[in-house]
């Protein structure tokens, strides 16, 4: 029984310490099916299929700039200070 309690202790201490992680894929995946939704939506209040075209793809647009601007800190990448004193010695 110690046992089991220890691993359970164990796994929930890794999901809260992953919390914000999940959190941002859940906006992730939020942003990126938008425009989905958002025609889905349309679609149900019966709008015009250029409409629902336009806006989804406005919606879509602007998710994806939210989604650079919000993730950006994982797309930029740093040297690391070794890399640089060996680049400095080659040239």
Known sequence: M?????????????????LPEILDGLILVFLVSSGVIVAILLRSLDFNGIIITMVSIITEVIALVIC????RKYLESEEK???KKQARKFK
Not at 2 to 18: D, H, M, P
Not at 68 to 71: I, R
Request: charged share 15%.
């Open 81 to 83: 200070p070794e890399l």
């Open 68 to 71: 650079y601007f919000y993730f």
């Open 2 to 18: 110690s046992l089991i309690s220890s691993w359970f202790k164990t796994q929930f201490g890794y999901l809260k310490e992953s």
